[in-house]
């Protein structure tokens, strides 16, 4: 079963992602967090409990305290994380906002709403 991180400070994305994947039955540990200190706490933990890496991080662009962005900088920036799969996701569809997602280091950019199924298909 694949393991997937989500960070965005939109209670409504969170709870979204959360129902789609309840209500359609998707086999997927989803863990969704609300900041970015929370979601790389929780990371930590993961690996720390022996848990393999997540498949795939997606972090929301546009967060108050700490950008989406910064999170893939952070993990980009630890050995430990260097070659997890980090993705960004927002409602734009900028084409300045996806560059500067790649160019942070993510593996790709994702526009709102996500669309799980076609996510895990593509892991």
């Given amino acids: 079963?694949?393991?997937?991180?989500?960070?965005?400070?939109?209670?409504?994305?969170?709870?979204?992602?959360?129902?789609?994947?309840?209500?359609?039955?998707?086999?997927v540990d989803l863990f969704c967090f609300s900041t970015v200190e929370t979601a790389f706490d929780a990371l930590e933990r993961h690996l720390a409990d022996g848990k393999s890496m997540p498949d795939l991080l997606i972090a929301?662009?546009?967060?108050?305290?700490?950008?989406?962005?910064?999170?893939?900088n952070r993990l980009r920036g630890d050995g430990r994380f260097k070659m997890m799969r980090l993705a960004i996701c927002s409602g734009s569809d900028a084409d300045e906002d996806r560059a500067r997602a790649l160019e942070a280091g993510a593996d790709f950019y994702l526009e709102k709403p996500l669309d799980l199924v076609t996510i895990l298909l593509n892991l």
């Fill in 60 to 72: 929301d662009l546009y967060m108050p305290l700490d950008s989406g962005i910064g999170l893939i």
């Fill in 1 to 27: 079963m694949p393991t997937l991180f989500y960070v965005d400070d939109s209670r409504d994305d969170l709870f979204y992602l959360d129902y789609i994947s309840r209500k359609r039955q998707i086999d």
